[in-house]
């Protein structure tokens, strides 16, 4: 018996070089017009008992070599409940080792968030009450960037995610903003709802996420680099969602993201943006702080090295926003190996983790308000 292995479908993306019996010699394919891989999906047909052993190789020039030495594969026999693989990295090699239970196994960077669900989510949350949906516009590929908007009060709050596709941790995390804030039973909720106006972009890059990518769009374009000049021709996703705001503006802002390397979850900010007030970092600062107290999931010491006075990198969103509405904007991270601080051997860093801590977010912000 010989395994087979594909990854035609949405997100999918592996190339088999080879295969010998239960063994398999794969690489994983770049991000269309561009130099960026990183993101897996794919699945085993296979039959039950089998010791599989799975070398994805070429790591070395992967996006981020330096996420794959204690990184665990993610793995599902029911596309719903991932789990963590026997995983080890050598020389550019990530090896995977399983004995298959059922005969057909998927495999991913992380558990992926398809655009099927996406789709079901803005669905059923459009439905709710109060919800109001708008699309902001199209991608390169023809997908709706969509938009859900709720609640009545003046504070213009912008939460949005998957800029980077392959970090699919930041749709589930989105999901777990939109369950708690159209929750009627939900206290921070209903105390947010008469206070902000939210704005909320589930997936700012259906077309990456479709395809696969790790990191950019069908052009091969990194959206968080095109905050400053965004153009229909390369970034249509990013033009449509700024423009958006443009008419709003923004209070707050929340990018979601997941880091490949750390692990941890933190947030970064906006320290080196020209017109820096000290009341907006005072805000940021106080929302980090609070956070952390809020949720053991959440610490300060791990994360990136904050941009010197004026040198911010403002074609990034977060200091875009910051610098252009004198917003109090921030990037979360959160990590595709585990969080060290409470490490879960089973699941790794998870979904239900990133909701949770979308629902942390959320009662922090509220306590800021
Ligand atoms: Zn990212």
């Not at 941890?264 to 017109?275: N, R």
Request: with cysteine; glycine share 6%.
């Amino acid at each position: 018996m010989t395994i087979t292995i594909n990854a035609a479908f949405d997100s999918g993306n592996i190339v088999v070089d080879a295969i010998d019996g239960t063994s398999a010699r794969l690489s994983i394919r770049k991000d269309r017009d561009s130099d960026f891989f990183q993101w897996f999906h794919f699945r085993v047909s296979c039959a039950v008992g089998d010791a599989l052993e799975l070398a994805i190789t070429g790591l070395d020039a992967s996006a981020y070599p330096d996420g794959w030495p204690r990184y665990a594969a993610r793995a599902s026999y029911d596309r719903d409940c991932w789990f963590r693989l026997d995983t080890s990295y050598d020389a550019g090699t990530l090896t995977i080792r399983h004995t298959a239970e059922s005969p057909v196994l998927y495999i991913a960077y992380f558990a992926p968030f398809s655009m099927e669900r996406h789709h079901d989510l803005v669905a059923s949350i459009a439905e709710c009450e109060g919800v109001t949906y708008r699309c902001l516009g199209t991608s390169l590929e023809g997908q709706p960037i969509d938009c859900l908007e709720m609640g009545n009060g003046d504070t213009q709050v912008w939460l949005y995610a998957r800029q980077h596709p392959g970090e699919s941790m930041a749709e589930w995390w989105i999901e777990g903003a939109l369950e708690k804030l159209t929750d009627p039973a939900d206290p921070h909720a209903r105390s947010l709802l008469k206070k902000c106006r939210f704005h909320i972009v589930p997936n700012m890059n259906p077309d990456g996420s479709c395809r696969g990518h790790l990191r950019t769009n069908f052009a091969g374009v990194n959206l968080n680099r095109e905050w400053d000049n965004p153009t229909a021709a390369r970034s249509p996703e990013v033009l449509c969602v700024r423009n958006a705001m443009d008419e709003t503006g923004v209070d707050w802002a929340m990018d979601v993201h997941g880091d490949e390397a750390i692990p941890a979850v933190f947030i970064a900010g906006f320290e080196g943006i020209p017109s820096l007030k000290p009341e907006q970092l005072q805000k940021y600062k106080a929302f980090q702080t609070a956070l952390a107290a809020n949720t053991p999931d959440f610490q300060v010491e791990l994360g990136y090295s904050e941009s010197a006075p004026g040198k911010a990198n403002l074609s990034m969103s977060t200091t875009q926003l910051a610098e252009r509405f004198g917003a109090v904007s921030m990037t979360i991270e959160m990590p595709f190996k585990d969080n060290d601080d409470l490490p879960d051997p089973v699941a790794g860093w998870s979904p239900e983790r990133s909701k949770l801590l979308a629902h942390a977010c959320l009662a922090t912000l509220d306590q800021m308000l």
